[in-house]
């Protein structure tokens, strides 16, 4: 069934007895692998930091109305999506073939969340930093688009993680067969996935390869000061970081 876990890196050591009669220690390393998301909440970046490697899967499938070219902001009127304008020419198109079709759309986001977050406590202090990124985005690649803001916003909480692509391993088919044999190529002894993998992730086959399976709990997140009452969790993280500034991460698990 796997292990239940609350986000937080633990480094993991596993002793072992070498012919000389003395302890060797061998870290144990965690691996995740999700589809990028377009300015993710923060359970997202909670498991960034909770592994050793995060491995973006953009060769399988781009799915339609999902989180992999939108997110939801607080606004006056209410919960507002932001969505990249993207071409879907065929049902099996894969993500890392996913391309945006107005140009404009970054500006435009860009102004939206000006204009929403502008009274935010901590918006002035990342505005600059935003700005630059939205408005220098030249790629029309969505895998690209959203990896620049996961680097980014990574980078402003301290997250260390190594992200690298499924695109750069051959590594099989089998919904489950795949996942195990990325994380073996990167030698991986843990793998963490989030709870709605458990309808279709085949915990047998992770036990067979040797490779144990953690499930993150994305149970009981702090609420925070907000904008636009009530409080809802399902938003960018961008909300977090516009309204807690540098205690962002005191409002996170995994820190």
């Known amino acids: ?45 909670d498991l960034i930091n ?11 499938q781009y799915t339609k109305n999902d989180w992999r ?13 932001l ?17 945006v079709y ?33 408005l220098a985005i030249r790629t029309e690649y969505l895998s690209e688009i959203n990896y620049l803001f996961l680097r980014a916003i990574s980078g402003l909480l301290g997250i260390e993680t190594k992200i690298s692509w499924s695109s750069d391993f051959q590594y ?5 067969e795949r ?3 990325l994380v073996k190529l990167v030698k991986g002894q843990v793998y963490v996935s989030g709870p709605a993998a458990r309808d279709y992730l085949d915990d047998a086959l992770f036990a067979e390869a040797g490779i144990d399976l953690n499930w993150m ?7 925070y000061h907000q904008l636009y009452p009530p409080f809802e969790h399902q938003v960018s993280i961008l909300d977090l970081i516009f309204n807690e500034g540098p205690q962002a991460r005191n409002f996170m698990k995994s820190f």
């Open 1 to 45: 069934m796997g292990t239940v876990v609350s986000p937080g890196k633990i480094i993991l050591i596993l002793s072992r007895v070498n012919d000389t009669g003395t302890s060797n220690q061998i870290a144990i390393k965690k691996v995740a692998i999700v589809q990028s998301n377009y300015i993710p909440w923060k359970g997202y970046f």
């Open 50 to 60: 909770t592994v050793d490697e995060f491995i973006i899967y953009d060769d399988v």
């Open 69 to 81: 070219n939108r997110n939801k902001i607080k606004t006056v009127q209410g919960m507002q999506w």
């Open 83 to 99: 969505t990249i304008p993207v071409y879907q020419h065929k049902l099996n198109q894969k993500i890392k073939e996913t391309k």
């Open 102 to 134: 107005d140009k404009r759309w970054a500006l435009k986001h860009w102004r939206t969340l000006s204009q929403n977050y502008g009274k935010a406590p901590y918006f002035r202090n990342y505005q600059d930093l935003f700005e630059e990124l939205y």
């Open 172 to 176: 099989g088919c089998g919904k489950t």
């Open 179 to 181: 996942l195990i044999n």
């Open 217 to 223: 709990d994305y149970s009981g997140y702090p609420e």
